[in-house]
């Protein structure tokens, strides 16, 4: 069975930081785009970073300059960093693969869309 697992989410304040990780048997550098959405409560899957076969980060604009998404291709892991969060980032994080990079970067990803996504991690914010 084709899995992701994250880890990593948790309780901050308003301006912490957090550090999710995403490994499993659907990690791939070459066969899918990786990369990781959000769902708040009641709210669309938004798509939040992404990242190419050659490394190459995109991010919605809403966490332009304080997310960072990189991986780990020997230890098949994907990462996001998490800076300067905000209240409005409390969400369920979810990662994914797809096989369009764009489709990941979504403002509201339909999940036949992806090959697969894991079972997320809360991050919630405070302040």
């Known amino acids: 069975q084709v899995q992701l697992v994250e880890s990593g989410g948790g309780s901050v304040q308003s301006g912490g930081s957090l550090s999710l990780s995403c490994a499993g048997s659907a990690y791939s550098d070459s066969l899918y785009y990786m990369g990781w959405f959000r769902q708040a409560s009641e709210k669309e899957r938004e798509g939040v970073a992404a990242?190419?076969?050659?490394?190459?980060?995109r991010y919605a604009d809403s966490v332009k300059g304080r997310f960072t998404i990189s991986r780990d291709n020997a230890k098949k892991t994907l990462y996001l960093q998490m800076d300067n969060l905000k209240p409005e980032d409390t969400a369920m994080y979810y990662c994914?693969?797809?096989?369009?990079?764009?489709?990941?970067?979504?403002?509201?990803?339909?999940?036949?869309?992806?090959?697969?996504w894991g079972q997320g991690t809360l991050v919630t914010v405070s302040g």
């Open positions: 994914a693969a797809s096989i369009r990079l764009e489709w990941l970067l979504l403002r509201d990803i339909p999940l036949n869309r992806l090959v697969t």
């Open positions: 990242i190419d076969s050659d490394g190459t980060p």
